[in-house]
């Protein structure tokens, strides 16, 4: 039997070690701009993908109102939309016919196929993201 499986992960922790050390002698304001890099990129890839309802109304879309947020309390930064899209979590997810029940608000919807589009634009970035994040590190360290 192998012991490639231990191996890789004492590789792996031992490099998230290392880079949580790395993130430790980050100043905060370091910190913030890749955090904020990396979730302005992935709001233009939510933005641009194929599966973001638009209305064919001539009103103010959901795709138009995607924002980059500071969570305060997780000191993260977050994508989303503001309670007025609430419908995107039933294209995300679908949703049968019949009432649902929001926030203490009830709505009745239509059958709604799932077509996600946060998901998969989160998984199709991420190593784009890292990328985005990590040379804004290095800019900062001057490597």
Known sequence: MSNFGVQGLEKFDKLTREIAKMAKNLDGETKEDAMKAGAEFLKGKIEKHPNVPVSSQNKSH??????????????????????????????????????????????????????????????????????????????????
């Open 62 to 143: 959901a795709r138009d109102n995607f924002k980059v947020v500071k969570n305060k309390e997780d000191n993260v930064y977050e994508v989303g939309v503001s309670d007025k899209y609430f419908y995107l979590f039933f294209h995300e997810f679908g949703a049968d016919k019949g009432f649902h029940e929001v926030d203490g608000k009830r709505f009745v919807t239509p059958a709604i196929a799932a077509k996600p589009f946060l998901r998969p634009s989160l998984e199709n970035n991420s190593d784009k993201i890292q990328e985005i994040m990590a040379e804004v590190i290095r800019k900062s360290i001057k490597l």
